[in-house]
């Protein structure tokens, strides 16, 4: 009788470690993976490409807002350097707002909204969104305007990047 006892008392031992242990790692992961949220302000009534280039020695200085979230504060050009490091890997949720406080929403391409945003019927054909983000080198880029209107906006972009490709 006594061997069961401690062989049960092992067992749940064993068990509580082991729960532990996973409680452990999980708490441990769920606080690396999170990032800081982040606010990115975009000039009033802008639309084309938008660069934000991270870590630069003569970015501009790291601001967090009230509710110590990163504030990325884009220029008239479109290419905002700054001190910040990329949370790359993090995760983080991003919100987009014009100067004036306008929210602009992203607009994902398997999103409904996507197709009718070139529907010339559509109510939402002049919508502005956020679309298209990418990272790539420590840096993030996206799109900001009409759906409609992606070329154009790529082209924009493709100019923008031209000082920041090496050349072969």
Same mark, same amino acid.
């Given at each position: 009788?006594? !061997? ?9 031992? #064993? ?19 999170? &990032?800081?949220?982040?606010?990115? /302000? ?5 639309? &084309? =490409? ?6 630069? @020695? !003569?970015?501009?200085? @790291? ?11 884009? $220029?008239?050009?479109? /290419? ?7 949370? *790359? &890997?993090?995760? #983080? ?7 004036? =406080? ?6 994902? $391409? +398997?999103?409904? %909204?996507?197709?009718? !945003? ?8 002049? +919508?502005?969104?956020?679309? +298209?983000? +990418? %990272? &790539? =080198? ?5 799109? %900001? ?19 920041? #490709?090496? !050349? *072969?």
């Amino acid at each position: 009788m006594k !061997t069961t006892f401690k062989i049960l008392k092992y067992i749940l031992f #064993s068990i509580l470690g082991f729960v532990v242990i996973i409680i452990l790692w999980f708490s441990f992961w769920y606080f690396y993976r999170n &990032g800081e949220n982040e606010i990115i /302000i975009v000039p009033n009534n802008y639309q &084309g =490409g938008i660069i934000i280039l991270f870590n630069q @020695e !003569t970015g501009k200085e @790291e601001k967090y807002n009230e509710n110590n979230e990163r504030v990325y504060e884009v $220029p008239k050009d479109g /290419i905002l350097k700054t001190r910040f490091k990329l949370q *790359d &890997g993090k995760y #983080s949720k991003t919100k987009y707002f014009y100067k004036n =406080g306008k929210e602009l929403r992203y607009l994902w $391409p +398997s999103d409904k %909204v996507w197709a009718d !945003t070139t529907n010339t019927e559509s109510i939402y054909k002049d +919508s502005i969104y956020i679309y +298209s983000a +990418s %990272v &790539g =080198g420590g840096n993030i880029w996206f799109l %900001v305007g009409k759906a409609k209107e992606d070329e154009i906006n790529y082209k924009k972009l493709d100019e923008m990047w031209k000082q920041y #490709s090496p !050349t *072969d």
